[in-house]
């Protein structure tokens, strides 16, 4: 080995999670180029932002698409801030890569990808891998026994269901739901947009009234009913105040314990009723807004049924959470739930949302450097000049 | 001397929108979902003169500025592929399944769920005229005012 450190880096499409597989965690920083109304000097690089005072209007230049690197020009911005001196500053050249890529990424993204870190930034050596399977092997890492794992990453972009088979995944098995943070975000925005305020440009303030408010529900139509109630009897609504960037940084949900005062009068609140669950609720139901896919619980059925008949039991007993829209409170329970009436009832259905759902593949990540069999899975530059970008077909499993 | 007064929308009103209609209308919705921005860049005003020198840039900085490498623009140039033209290249690279087109969740065996256009809570009517769902009069009026016979995002 001839390298101190490696530097993990999970390239997600709403963010990057960045850091040396030395460090405690990854560091968090949006994957984007952000132009703020206020700010007209500069654009904001990933977590700039934090420095942008008013992000009102806030307009994203972003890499990804349908959760696909496509714009090479911005990501590669992004890339030379994020290992730059003012980010995590990194010695390429002494410093074995770990990089993550989606499934069934397109062939030109992984040639791309492979040819700017040895070319542009002559990286020591380089592992390109799915976010999944750095996700799954931090299960199989942290949960000895298990020989399956049934993935369930829901991302920004999209949302995987992943069977992983003794640390294989199933390329079979795989199923895409064309649902993630943002369609959220964006639906949210619709409906505010159409029943009270017009938000639609406030993709960075809607984002967080969305991490906020919403919450999956575990008894849809009985939320319905409740949130049809008026006065006391509706426990669902909430008000949210929106920051105005003066004396209001960032927006909040108003405690609805608390008698509103005098002083809240120049505050500009949402109110959220049903919003708050119907919201989430297109991860379980994507026909809900005309997006003709079965929904997550439907999908992880269909997805078993290609597994082999003696991994069932296994797959259910391996329920793993992953991804930032796993965070709406109810998530884990919700799935427990519809797996548990939909699985068959000698199968124990066991479900586990990640701690940190966000950097969970990340960690996997960090964890994999530790492997013995590590560096055999890295191409080095020496190899890449050698065999060109063949060597990097035979050696990645993506 | 009625019908003269009368104003273009009213005359509209009667009009029942088609199925090819309504479906360019659904996939426009679900295209909005996927957008980044709905509005214009705000910085698109502004004129970046080349002409004007950058005073902080001294000659120290920018050989260090060339040993960078290649710029972001040669990159942009050097991948150039649209999405779907990814997908399409995809297509001819990977007929065989599993690949990108197979992954792709099924259709929902289960029948869809009907919720108001207007306030979100389950519905139980239907607009003749467009097909959006209404679940009141109350509703039905707002929706027949901004939604049902034109487009507005």
Sequence with gaps: MDYDDVFVLDNGACTAKAGFASSDDARIIPNCIMKAKSERRRPFIGDQVEECRDASGLFYILPFQKGYLINWDVQKN???YIFSAECLPVNFPETPVVITEPYFNFNSCKEAMTEIF???YDCHSLLRINAGDLSSYHYFNTNQNSLCCLLVDVGYSFTHIVPYIKGKKL????RRIDIGGKVLTNHLKEITSYRQLHVMDETYVMNQVKEDACFVSLDFYKDMKIAQKRGKENTIVRDYVL???TSIRRGYVKDPAVAPSGEDGDQQTLRLNNERFTVPELLFNPSDVGITQMGIVEAIVDSLSV???ETHPHLYRNIMLVGGSTLFPGFRD??????RTL??????VNVTLAKNPITYSWNGGRLLTQDPEFSSRLVSKDEYEDHGYNICLDRFDV | MATARESGRLKESGKVLDEATR????RKALEALELDNFHEDPHADLVMSKKVPKFQETLDNRSVKRKKGKSAEYYKQRFRKTFPQLVEEDRNYNPNPPNYMSAQAAPSKCPERRFCAVCGFPSTYTCVKCGARYCSIRCSGTHLDTRCLKWTA
């Design chain 1, 78 to 80: 992004i890339w030379d």
């Design chain 1, 118 to 120: 040895f070319e542009e």
């Design chain 1, 171 to 174: 390329k079979n098995g795989i």
């Design chain 1, 243 to 245: 920051p105005d960037y």
């Design chain 1, 307 to 309: 597994c082999p008949a």
């Design chain 1, 334 to 339: 919700r799935v427990c739930k519809e797996v």
């Design chain 1, 343 to 348: 699985a068959p009832c000698d199968f124990d």
């Design chain 2, 23 to 26: 479906k360019r209308r659904a």
